[in-house]
């Protein structure tokens, strides 16, 4: 759950600075950043579609025939 929150936090400052760099090119304003970081962090978090956060699946063991 540590991780989820780091990269949680991590894809909030990413997703602002990405917006920051959008809204000076293309003259937009520059208050939805924080609104866009937030996406991403939630979308990074709760991972709805398991893309980020997949599960390990353990092999089972094999069958012996004896």
């Known amino acids: 759950m540590k991780k989820r929150l780091l990269a949680g936090i ?3 400052y ?7 760099m959008v809204a000076s090119l293309a003259n937009l304003p ?3 950043g924080p609104l ?3 996406v991403a962090a939630a979308f990074v978090v709760v991972d709805p579609l398991r893309f980020v956060w997949r599960t390990r699946r353990t092999a089972l ?3 012996t025939d004896a």
């Open 14 to 20: 990413a997703g602002w600075y990405a917006w920051a």
């Open 36 to 38: 866009v970081g937030l």
């Open 30 to 32: 520059n208050v939805l």
């Open 61 to 63: 063991p094999a069958a």
């Open 10 to 12: 991590l894809w909030f």
